[in-house]
């Protein structure tokens, strides 16, 4: 089933320690997306790629670091966790970069991250 | 800054209508979202405006009013399955989306 597949699905991690949250699509996309999400508030823009090779920093890169070395892959990487880092992270991707037409996204399951 | 404002909760029966407001003020347009996100799952798309007026899809409909910086989704039919929250995001000036912190709807039989 063509999609995104988020791994781990649940972790609880100690802090200041290392954590990849890997995100696989198959649909060729070229834009991938990492956001958080935290009850209360609206998805936040953490890192994004519009193209295999490139990144950007959204609205909150603080403390992650993401890379793209290929089109389907984009892993992103908290060096050492703290515990505001606790929160849903989802990993998305649209077949256009933003500015084209609808752009609509397609989001992975969701990886849930606990930093004690 | 930027904001968008959309109401935290609301309730509504089986079979009825129920509006959800959206309120924008961001730099520039540059289309509305609307996705649909059941507990504990992704969000999935629901809607795109990008001019004023209504666009339907079955039951439901997404309104746009640019000069007030409004949309609503209007949801016919109500089913307990559209329990869910209702995410409404803009896309800025800059091509970015600026996201609400959605509307969680319950449905009461």
């Known amino acids: 089933i063509a999609g995104i597949t988020q791994a781990p699905t649940s972790q609880i991690l100690a802090a200041g320690r290392r954590m990849t949250l890997r995100c696989t699509q198959d649909?060729?996309?070229?834009?991938m997306y990492w956001y958080r999400q935290d009850l209360g508030l609206g998805l936040r823009l953490i890192h994004y790629?519009?193209?295999?090779?490139?990144?950007g920093k959204g609205e909150v890169p603080d403390g992650y670091s993401v890379s793209r070395a290929n089109t389907d892959d984009f892993p992103l990487t908290l060096a050492s966790a703290v515990p505001s880092q606790t929160s849903v992270y989802f990993c998305a991707s649209s077949g256009g970069t933003s500015g084209s037409g609808a752009n609509v996204l397609t989001f992975g399951a969701g990886s849930r991250l606990t930093v004690l | 800054g930027q904001n968008i404002d959309q109401p935290t909760e609301m309730t509504a029966t089986e079979g009825a209508i129920v509006q959800i407001n959206c309120t924008y003020q961001?730099?520039?347009?540059?289309?509305l979202f609307w996705y649909q996100q059941h507990a504990g799952e992704a969000p999935t798309f629901l809607s795109y405006n990008v001019l004023d007026g209504l666009e339907e899809k079955g039951r439901f409909s997404s309104f746009l009013s640019r000069s007030k910086g409004y949309s609503y989704l209007l949801l016919k039919e109500l089913q307990m399955k559209d329990s869910a929250s209702y995410l409404c995001?803009?896309?800025?000036?800059?091509?970015?989306?600026?996201w609400g912190a959605g509307t969680k709807l319950i449905i009461k039989p």
């Open positions: 995001a803009v896309r800025d000036s800059n091509y970015q989306l600026i």
């Open positions: 649909m060729r996309h070229n834009a």
């Open positions: 790629s519009n193209t295999a090779g490139t990144t």
């Open positions: 961001t730099s520039g347009f540059n289309g």
